[in-house]
C-alpha cells in the first residue's frame, strides 16, 4: 500500500502534465472581431482550396475561393496573401474564361497597388460594363490617381447617382478633403456609415478612421481619439485602428504609449511602413540609435519590394530618402518613378521636397507650384511649399504658405506619418 501511493501520485502528474500540454499547443481561440472574421475567412480558404480548380471547374465555388483570398489579403495587409490573390484570378481567367466578376476583381488588386496601366487594361475588358457604378467609381480613381481632379469627382458623383453605397460615399469624401471642404467630406463619410450594413462592422470602423484622420489633420486631437475609439469598439483587435492610435499619441508626445502600441502592431502586421513610423517617432524623440535598426528594417524592405518589380512603394522610398536619409539625389530617383506612374500632387509634392532636398531649389518650386494649383489644402504640403519658397528667394510666398499651414492645423510641427 505505501509503494502504490507514490506511483498513483506519479501516474495523476503524468496524466496532469500531458494534459497542460495538450492544452497549450492548441491555438487560442479567436476573441477579437478581427481575429474572428479572420479565421473564418481562413476556414472558408481551406475548405475551398482543394476544389476551387479541380476538372470541371465549379465557376460559383472558384470565383468564391478567389474572394476569399481577396479579403484574407486586404485583411491582413500582408503582400504574400495579395501575390497569392493575383495568382488565383490569374489562373481562373485562363480555366474559367474572362468573367467580369474576375477582371474588376483584378483592377482593383492592380490599383490598390498603383499598377494603374493595368488596372485600365483590366476595366477595358469590361466596356459592356462601362455604366456599371463599380467601373465608373474605379475609373474614377485612376482619373484621381492621374491628376485629372475634376474627371475623378464627376465620376465619383456619377457613381453614387447610379449606386449611392458607402463606399462610393467615402471616395467622394475623400476628393472633398483634399480639394474642398473638411466638414462637408465629414459630412459624407456619416452618410457612408448610415449605408454600411451592420454585419460589415469592418467597413464601419474603416470610416471612422477617415474621420479621425481629418480631424488630426487640424489640430484636433480629442475628436481624432474620439473616433479612433470608435473603431476600435466597432471592429476590436484591428491592427489598422492601432496603427492610427500610436500616431495620435506620438503627435500627443506620451511617447512610451505611443512607442509600445508601434511595437504591438508591426508584430501583428510587420509592413515597412510602420516599421519606418516607429524610426520617425524614435528619430522625433531624439533617438537616433532606437530609430536606426528600424528604418534599416524599412529600407530593406521597400528595396527588396522594388526589386521583385513591386512599384507600390516607390512614394515610401522617396519620402524616405528625402527626410530620412536626407540623399536628396536618391530621393529624386524614387520620386520621378513615382510620378511616371501617377502623376498627382501626392507624387509631385513627393518630387518637389526630393529636389528640394538635392539642392535644386528652382525646380523644386517649379514642381510645388504645380501641386498648388491643384487646389489641395493640407498643412503639411503648405509647410514643405514654405520651405521651397524660402529656399529659393521666395520670402514672401514662404511666409504666407506657413500662415497657410498654421490656419490648417497650428501644430503642424508636430509627429506625424506620411500616408
Known amino acids: 500500500m505505501r509503494l502504490l501511493k507514490p506511483i498513483l501520485i506519479i501516474i495523476f502528474a503524468a496524466c496532469l502534465l500531458f494534459l497542460w500540454a495538450g492544452l497549450s499547443s492548441r491555438k487560442p481561440n479567436p476573441t477579437t472581431d478581427y481575429e474572428i472574421e479572420l479565421a473564418r475567412i481562413q476556414g472558408d480558404i481551406a475548405a475551398l482550396k482543394d476544389g476551387a480548380f479541380a476538372a470541371p471547374v465549379n465557376i460559383e465555388k472558384a470565383t468564391r475561393f478567389i474572394h476569399r483570398l481577396y479579403h484574407q489579403a486586404t485583411l491582413t495587409g500582408n503582400s504574400a496573401d495579395l501575390k497569392l490573390t493575383e495568382t488565383a484570378i490569374d489562373r481562373a481567367i485562363r480555366e474559367i474564361g474572362p468573367l467580369a466578376d474576375l477582371y474588376l476583381l483584378k483592377a482593383n488588386l492592380n490599383f490598390r497597388l498603383h499598377r494603374l496601366e493595368k488596372a485600365k487594361r483590366d476595366l477595358a475588358t469590361l466596356a459592356q460594363f462601362a455604366g456599371n457604378a463599380q467601373v465608373v467609381a474605379m475609373k474614377a480613381g485612376i482619373a484621381l490617381q492621374e491628376g485629372a481632379y475634376d474627371a475623378a469627382k464627376q465620376g465619383y458623383q456619377s457613381a453614387i447617382e447610379k449606386n449611392p453605397t458607402w463606399d462610393n460615399l467615402a471616395r467622394l469624401a475623400y476628393w472633398e478633403s483634399k480639394f ?6 465629414d459630412g459624407l463619410y456619416q452618410q457612408a456609415q448610415e449605408e454600411i450594413p451592420a454585419q460589415e462592422m469592418r467597413s464601419y470602423a474603416w470610416v471612422e478612421l477617415q474621420r479621425g484622420l481629418l480631424d488630426l489633420k487640424r489640430g484636433r486631437y480629442e475628436n481624432a481619439m474620439a473616433h479612433y475609439q470608435e473603431a476600435g469598439k466597432a471592429y476590436s483587435g484591428y491592427w489598422l485602428v492601432d496603427e492610427h492610435i500610436a500616431e495620435l499619441l506620438g503627435t500627443q508626445r506620451k511617447f512610451d504609449e505611443a512607442v509600445a502600441l508601434y511595437r504591438k502592431v508591426i508584430e501583428r502586421a510587420p509592413r515597412p511602413e510602420f516599421q519606418q513610423a516607429l524610426g520617425d517617432l524614435f528619430l522625433f524623440m531624439g533617438k537616433a540609435d532606437q530609430a536606426r535598426p528600424w528604418h534599416e528594417r524599412a529600407e530593406a524592405a521597400y528595396l527588396e519590394s522594388a526589386r521583385r518589380g513591386d512599384v507600390h512603394y516607390y512614394h515610401h522610398l522617396a519620402v524616405f530618402y528625402a527626410d530620412v536619409r536626407q540623399n536628396g539625389a536618391e530621393a529624386v530617383k524614387w520620386a520621378h518613378k513615382d510620378v511616371e506612374l501617377r502623376p498627382n500632387f501626392v507624387t509631385q509634392e513627393g518630387l518637389a521636397w526630393a529636389l528640394y532636398r538635392n539642392g535644386q531649389f528652382a525646380a523644386a518650386l517649379d514642381t510645388m507650384e504645380m501641386v498648388l494649383s491643384s487646389g489641395v489644402r ?19 510666398d514662404g511666409k504666407r504658405m506657413l500662415k ?12 506625424h506619418v506620411h500616408r
Open 180 to 185: 474642398g471642404d473638411p466638414d462637408r467630406a
Open 378 to 396: 493640407d498643412a503639411h504640403i503648405f509647410f514643405h511649399a514654405a520651405m521651397i519658397c524660402l529656399a529659393a528667394g521666395r520670402t514672401d
Open 404 to 415: 497657410a499651414a498654421g490656419e490648417i492645423n497650428p501644430d503642424y510641427e508636430n509627429f
